[in-house]
C-alpha cells in the first residue's frame, strides 16, 4: 500500500501528555525531594525530579521517532525476541532478589526494577507489554490466514507466553496493576482475531478465575479488597488524601507550586498518585481536558485499527489501545476510589523512564502503521460498492421467483 501522511493527531496528543507530565513534576519535584530529604536524610536537590523526567521525555520522544522510522516489516520481526528478553530480565531480577543484590529494586517487599546505575532504573515487565503485544499479533494473523485461530496451534503458544508472562509479573513481582495490562493486551488481541466466541468466554472465565486466586492467597491483596468494600483498612490513608487532593482542587485547582498534599501527605505523588495531584494543581477542568486528550489519543489509535492495511497491523493498534485504555482507567479510577487500590502509572503523565519510554514505543509504531491506512474514502466506495451489488443482487432474485 502506498505510503501517505500519518496520523498528526497521535503525535499531537502525546506530546501534549508529556508536556502536562513535565509541568506537574516541575509543580511537585521540589515538595518531593524536600519530603524525602526530611524523611531518610537525603541531599536531594530541588530540581532533581524535573530534570530526570526531562531527560525521561527527550528519551521517549527519541524512542517514538525511531518506532516511526524503522519499517515495521523489520520491527516484526523483534516481536518474540523482545518477549524473550522480558522473560530473561524477569528471571534475573528475581534472582538478583534472591541474592540480595544492589542490583535489585526493591520497594514495599516487591521487586520490580533492576538498577542500571547513574541511569535509573529498567522495569522488565515494560518489555513484556510490547514482546506479548507483537507476538501475538503477529501469531493471530498468520494463524487466521492459515484457518487455525480456532486451533491448538493458536491457543497452545498464547496460553504459554501469557503464563509464563503473567507468573512473573503478578506472582514474582507482586504488581496486578501491570497484570492487569498485560491481560487486557492479551484478551484485546484475541478478541479482535476473530476467535469463537465460547473460546474467548472460555478463556475470559479462566482468567477471571486465576484472578480471584491471586487476590485470596495474598494478604495484601485481600486487605486492599476489604478497604475498598468496608472503607478502612491499611490503605484507607492513601485513598484518603487522594480524594482530598481532588476535592480541594475544586473546579480550577490551587495552582502550581501549591500543592499541599504533594508536600508529603499523599503517597506516591509523583507516580501513582499523579491524577490526584493534577486535579489539586489544575481543579475538576483540568481532570477533564486530560481525560478528554486521553480520549482523543485512544479514538486516533482506534481508528488506525479501523483502518488498517491488514489483518497483523490491525492487531497491533488494538494491542496498543487495550494497553494504553485500561492503564490510564485503572490508575485513574484507583485514585477516585472505584476500583481497589493498585499500583500503576498514569501514561505518559507519571514520573519514570521506562514505562513512558515503551508506551511511547507502542504509539511510534501506530503513528507508523497509521501511514498506511486505507483512504476512508476508498472504504466508502467499497461499503457502497458491496451494498449496491447486495441490492442488485436481491432485485435479481425477486425477479427471478416472480418468473
Not at 491448538?152 to 507482586?174: E, R, T
Not at 495484601?220 to 479488597?225: K, S
Not at 490526584?276 to 486530560?290: H, N, P, S
Amino acid at each position: 500500500m502506498r505510503r501517505h501522511r500519518g496520523d498528526r493527531i497521535i503525535v499531537a496528543m502525546a506530546l501534549l501528555l508529556l508536556f502536562a507530565g513535565l509541568i506537574i513534576i516541575y509543580a511537585i519535584g521540589p515538595m518531593r525531594a524536600n519530603f524525602l530529604n526530611a524523611a531518610y536524610g537525603g541531599n536531594i536537590s530541588e530540581n532533581h525530579f524535573f530534570v530526570r523526567q526531562l531527560i525521561n521525555v527527550i528519551i521517549s520522544i527519541v524512542a517514538f521517532v525511531l518506532a516511526y522510522k524503522i519499517p515495521y516489516e523489520k520491527m516484526r520481526r523483534w516481536g518474540k525476541w523482545i518477549l524473550v528478553l522480558g522473560v530473561v530480565l524477569s528471571v534475573g531480577l528475581w534472582l538478583l532478589a534472591k541474592v540480595g543484590s544492589g542490583l535489585a529494586k526493591c520497594e514495599l517487599g516487591a521487586c520490580r526494577w533492576i538498577n542500571i546505575g547513574s541511569f535509573g532504573s529498567l522495569q522488565p515487565a515494560e518489555f513484556l507489554k510490547l514482546g506479548l503485544l507483537m507476538y501475538l499479533s503477529q501469531l493471530a494473523a498468520s494463524r487466521k490466514a492459515e484457518g487455525t485461530i480456532n486451533k491448538s496451534d493458536f491457543w497452545l503458544p498464547v496460553g504459554v507466553a501469557s503464563i509464563v508472562s503473567l507468573f512473573f509479573v503478578i506472582v514474582v513481582q507482586k504488581d496486578l496493576g501491570t497484570g492487569t495490562v498485560l491481560i487486557a493486551i492479551v484478551l484485546g488481541t484475541i478478541f479482535a482475531s476473530g476467535v469463537e466466541l465460547k473460546k474467548f468466554a472460555l478463556v475470559l472465565g479462566l482468567i477471571l478465575v486465576a484472578g480471584v486466586g491471586v487476590i485470596v492467597t495474598s494478604p495484601h491483596r485481600v486487605e486492599r479488597v476489604r478497604t475498598f468494600i468496608n472503607g478502612d483498612g491499611a490503605d484507607t490513608y492513601h485513598i484518603e488524601n487522594a480524594m482530598i487532593a481532588i476535592g480541594t482542587g475544586g473546579l480550577t485547582g490551587v495552582g502550581v507550586g501549591n500543592s499541599v498534599q504533594a508536600t508529603g501527605y499523599l503517597p506516591e505523588s509523583i507516580n501513582d498518585s499523579v491524577f490526584a495531584v493534577m486535579g489539586e494543581t489544575f481543579g475538576f477542568i483540568g481532570l477533564g481536558l486530560v481525560v478528554a486528550v486521553f480520549v482523543i489519543l485512544l479514538t486516533r489509535v482506534m481508528r488506525v485499527a479501523e483502518l488498517a492495511a491488514d489483518s497483523e497491523q490491525r492487531l497491533v493498534a488494538v494491542g496498543v489501545f487495550s494497553w494504553i485504555a485500561v492503564q490510564m482507567a485503572v490508575n485513574i479510577m484507583a485514585m477516585t476510589g472505584l476500583v481497589p487500590l493498585t499500583g500503576i502509572t498514569l501514561p505518559l503523565l507519571s514520573y519514570g523512564g521506562t514505562s513512558m519510554m515503551f508506551v511511547t514505543i507502542a504509539l511510534g509504531i501506530t503513528f507508523q502503521l497509521s501511514c498506511y491506512t486505507k483512504r476512508e474514502k476508498e472504504m466508502k466506495q467499497a461499503k457502497f460498492s458491496n451494498s449496491h451489488l447486495k441490492k442488485r443482487r436481491l432485485n435479481e432474485n425477486s425477479r427471478s421467483r416472480r418468473r
